[in-house]
């Protein structure tokens, strides 16, 4: 094989113990994976080979969803971190709202490492257009109607553009049929022979990458080790697998066997269990609080970039057709209050004509301050919050939030500030779109029922509890931005950290949908009994003298 770049680093594992639940994977290995050469990791589905790449390349924190692990991995000198190494998934992972370029662009501009190679390398120094080339990608055909095969070289040229010392190959053969498996592996040679990375493939379809690698470790789960095996015994690989694959059928604890029910019947372990749970997920809630509000400062890498995934995110949320949603039910809000009122009040003919100015200062007050805040904010928690949610949850499932790691791109820069700055942009902005609508309904509603009163004399009424004399702002404009501002902050975070949770399959993307529309709708809920207590408090009339 050629000899590794400059830039290429060399993986060393030590003293790595990974768990997955009370499974243990890994006890205490130390490897190297040599720089500048292709390595394989191989072994039976199922036994952790993808948690493995996912610690080396730093996208797993040492706890978390039950998956824990100790030890250290080194990227060169430095310790593994996302960003460092480059990652081509399975699944891809591209952003499919990007155009071919853009994914390679944002790679190169919205990801930009600390480790990029000096100007003049031939990474650093190649146009995004000239790595699509380079992989024979169409750069005028949309992200989502690429075939299987041109998502593959999208993939690896976002990631080559993005210079990594790493390359690590998450399953590129899985499922393919030996034809294309064979040009992939033809694809992982052309790209190593040009660019001379350091290059990890975890696979259990070894048989059509042996002939392009430099070295074999095996995944063992019966020893909990990663064992380098020696070329010459690279022949009898699937002697040594066979049994190794009938055991791990047989490693993953079962919710029946003795040991599982016993510990059910262990009420005290559940209850504990419990409260660790509650005080965990208590002290995860004020992390993200706390993580949301720190969001609204713009951290971005490419402030082009940041601006993109905030026009991407005020589209969900405010977009034509949730202004239209909200003004749909302000028409309904505003038709509803006036006809209704004033068509089934009691005794009309004796007491309307008495209490009409009354009657139509209530409606204008309880529409502004209460009615259409409360409706408004609920509609955009359960439809903007869903919509949001499952854009979120959909990068989650789709890998694209791991592969922004990768790439240096913080999804809390470019997701979570974006998303947090359309909230509060996009709330007031429909709350105002249903308020007119609401008084535009309740205006034409009151004109077709007293034609004699006319819009005139329900303008004056109307308003007569909102203007203020010499003032632009209606009377409890801020007690209204405060409470729109407090549910638009709340909707948002929890819009995305549902989204953000994890997700093994498309049920729970819809799940952390539903979700969001049960937390974010009981949340706007809760803020605005919150602040009628206080908000109309001096509006109490004076207690009776006695």
């Not at 706890?63 to 990227?75: E, F, K, P, R, T």
């Not at 190593?192 to 290059?199: A, D, E, I, P």
């Not at 009615?371 to 439809?383: D, M, Q, S």
């Not at 819809?510 to 529309?517: A, H, K, N, Q």
């Amino acid at each position: 094989m050629s000899e590794p770049s400059e830039q290429a680093a060399a993986i060393r594992l030590k003293g790595l113990s990974v768990k997955a639940g009370q499974r243990l994977l890994l006890d205490s290995v130390d490897a190297e994976f040599p720089a500048g050469r292709i390595s394989l990791i191989i072994g039976p589905s199922g036994v952790g080979k993808s948690i493995l790449l996912k610690i080396i390349a730093g996208l797993l924190p040492r706890q978390a969803d039950g998956i824990g692990y100790s030890g250290n991995v080194w990227l060169g000198q430095r310790p593994s971190a996302p960003g460092l190494a480059g990652v081509v998934f399975q699944s891809f992972a591209l952003l499919d709202e990007l155009s071919p370029l853009e994914n390679v662009d944002f790679a190169r501009e919205a990801g930009a490492r600390n480790h990029r190679a000096p100007a003049g390398h031939s990474a650093s120094s190649q146009s995004s257009r000239q790595w699509l080339d380079e992989l024979q990608v169409p750069a005028d055909v949309p992200t989502a109607r690429l075939s299987g095969g041109q998502r593959q070289r999208l993939a690896l040229a976002r990631t080559l553009a993005n210079d990594p010392p790493v390359l690590l190959y998450d399953e590129p053969t899985s499922g393919l049929d030996p034809s294309t498996a064979k040009r992939v592996t033809e694809l992982i040679r052309e790209t190593h022979l040009r660019h001379r990375k350091t290059s990890v493939v975890v696979t259990h379809d070894y048989l059509s990458l042996l002939p392009i690698a430099d070295h074999v470790f095996l995944f063992d789960p019966q020893l909990k080790r990663l064992l380098e095996i020696p070329r010459e015994d690279w022949p009898r690989l699937t002697e040594r697998l066979e049994p190794l694959v009938i055991a791990s059928g047989d490693s993953t604890p079962s919710a029946h066997s003795p040991e599982s029910a016993s510990r059910w019947r262990d009420w005290g372990h559940t209850l504990k269990q419990s409260a660790h749970r509650f005080l965990r997920g208590t002290s995860d809630s004020l992390v993200a609080a706390g993580t949301a509000l720190a969001s609204l400062v713009p951290i971005w890498k490419s402030i082009k970039w940041g601006l993109r995934f905030c026009w991407h995110y005020l589209l969900l949320v405010c977009g034509p057709t949730a202004i239209a949603y909200l003004f749909m039910a302000g028409l309904i809000n505003g038709f509803v209050t006036t006809y209704f009122t004033f068509e089934f009040f009691p005794f009309a003919v004796y007491t309307e004509p008495l209490l009409i100015e009354e009657l139509l200062k209530a409606i204008g007050f309880a529409i502004y301050r209460i009615f259409c805040p409360i409706l408004a904010c609920i509609l955009i928690a359960a439809r903007c919050g869903a919509a949001v949610t499952a854009d979120v949850g959909g990068r989650q499932y789709g890998n694209q939030i791991e592969a922004m790691q990768t790439l240096g791109a913080s999804p809390r820069s470019y997701l979570l500030t974006p998303i947090m700055w359309s909230f509060l942009i996009g709330t007031p902005l429909l709350v105002y779109v249903c308020f007119y609508a609401s008084t535009l309904a309740s205006l034409l509603s009151f004109s077709w029922s007293h034609p004699e009163r006319g819009p005139d004399f329900w303008d004056h009424y109307y308003h007569i509890r909102l203007r203020q004399v010499d003032q632009p702002l209606f009377d409890g404009f801020y007690w209204m931005i405060s409470k729109i501002v407090t549910s638009a902050l709340g909707i948002g975070a929890i819009s995305y950290f549902r989204g953000r949770t994890t997700k093994l399959s498309s049920s729970d993307v819809s799940r952390s949908v539903t979700s969001t529309i049960l937390w974010a709708t009981l949340y706007v809920l809760a803020v605005h009994y919150v602040f009628a207590l206080f908000e109309f408090e001096h509006l109490r009339p004076p207690p009776p003298a006695e």
